[in-house]
Nanobody, 116 residues
Framework: QVQLVESGGDWVQPGGSLRLSCVASGFPFSTYGMSWFRQSPGQERDLVAVIRANGIPAYYSDSVEGRFTISRDNAKNTVYLQMNDLKLDDTAVYYC?????????WGQGTQVTVSP
């Protein structure tokens, strides 16, 4: 079955950096696009970044453009989100996502907290 396992979330001060990882299994990872979403308390889950199967980033939300970088290592079945110059508003649970056979799959999420 499809499994997505995120890691790398932590507490960080404003201006700091973190790298999130998502290890995928149960589907042909190298042939599927991958996405990162985030959700803050009381808010909807928002799309942050998308990367195509070939490793080319396809989308960044306006709020993270220029600060976040999505990448992937198909040999390791892993997608990454490098987050730089983190801001208070980046605080959220970050989720890895893929769509496979018409179904959305999600990991358990990893908490990112940005505070002084």
């Amino acid at each position: 079955q499809v499994q997505l396992v995120e890691s790398g979330g932590d507490w960080v001060q404003p201006g700091g950096s973190l790298r999130l990882s998502c290890v995928a299994s149960g589907f042909p990872f190298s042939t599927y696009g991958m996405s990162w979403f985030r959700q803050s308390p009381g808010q909807e889950r928002d799309l942050v970044a998308v990367i195509r199967a070939n490793g080319i980033p396809a989308y960044y939300s306006d709020s993270v453009e220029g600060r976040f970088t999505i990448s992937r290592d198909n040999a390791k079945n892993t997608v990454y989100l490098q987050m730089n110059d983190l801001k208070l508003d980046d605080t959220a649970v970050y989720y890895c996502n893929t769509a496979h056979a018409g179904t959305d799959y999600w990991g358990q999420g990893t908490q990112v907290t940005v505070s002084p």
